[in-house]
């Protein structure tokens, strides 16, 4: 078994990430922003809830 330097190792990682493209990183960061906008309207939201008590 080969032993691989963390440079290159690095080095292979950054490349196949320019080939693959920006998806993986679009997709968690459009989920996270899906997600915090949710949030903010709940917590938003539940200030003007009337209690009927």
């Known amino acids: 078994m080969e ?3 963390a440079s290159a190792w690095l ?3 950054a ?3 320019e080939r ?3 998806g993986n990183l ?3 960061v459009l ?6 906008c949710v949030l903010t309207a709940w917590f938003l939201l539940r200030g ?3 209690k009927d008590d």
Do not use: F, K
């Open 11 to 13: 080095t292979e990682a």
């Open 26 to 28: 679009l997709r968690v």
């Open 31 to 36: 989920i996270v922003m899906v997600l915090g």
């Open 15 to 17: 490349s196949a990430a």
């Open 20 to 22: 693959q493209g920006p």
């Open 48 to 50: 003007y809830r009337r």
């Open 3 to 5: 032993h691989n330097l």
